[in-house]
């Protein structure tokens, strides 16, 4: 009797021991699978930020453009100082130099605006990558940190993968806007190139 109940003991503790195992070897494999799908995540969320940076220097691209039409501005108003030094009795010659002023000023009225509206796409794009760059990094340090837990929690593997879905959207969305400025930009340059057949 005393056998048979000793070898029951330890095949119940064989079986829990067994038991233990199992659920130690699948909570390890979880765990592991949970920590490959935060490091495809940390990847992830690490090409974005190379995009974002990457139309941050687009719009510092910006900035020296405009300086260009600023220059260009300053050319043509160099220009009009220069008809009216060459303006002479002749009432023939003066009607042509007005009507060339009066046609270099309408153009510098167009790159104003054109300056105006590249300022602005300029500004709104800075705050939006400045806005993008700040979730990515707040995403960043929140995969850091569930990656150096001790318990994985699922919900806020999730969680984060909504966040960088979101972020891919955000981005998305705001290089299409950046083509769009950039399509602007273009215009303003073959009004530009119009000017300088007046040089």
Do not use: G, H, P
């Amino acid at each position: 009797m005393k056998k048979l109940l000793y070898t029951l003991s330890s095949l119940v503790i064989s079986l829990l021991s067994t038991t233990t195992l199992i659920a130690w070897i699948s909570k390890k494999e979880e765990e592991s699978s949970q920590l490959i799908r935060l490091e495809q995540l940390k990847s992830e969320i690490n090409s974005l930020e190379n995009n974002v940076n990457l139309y941050n220097e687009q719009i510092n691209k910006t900035e020296l453009e405009k300086q260009l039409l600023v220059e260009e501005i300053k050319k043509i108003e160099q220009q009009i100082i220069s008809l009216k030094e060459q303006k002479t009795s002749k009432v023939e010659e003066l009607n042509l130099l007005t009507n060339k002023k009066n046609s270099i000023n309408q153009q510098i009225d167009k790159l104003n605006s054109q300056i105006v509206l590249i300022d602005d796409a300029s500004k709104q794009e800075k705050e939006k990558i400045s806005f993008l760059l700040k979730q990515i990094n707040k995403t960043k340090n929140q995969i850091n940190t569930t990656i150096n837990q001790k318990n994985i929690n699922i919900k806020k593997i999730k969680d984060l993968q909504i966040q960088v879905n979101q972020l891919k959207e955000n981005i998305k969305q705001t290089e299409s806007e950046i083509l769009e400025n950039k399509s602007k930009k273009t215009r303003t340059y073959q009004i530009k190139k119009y000017n300088w057949l007046w040089s």
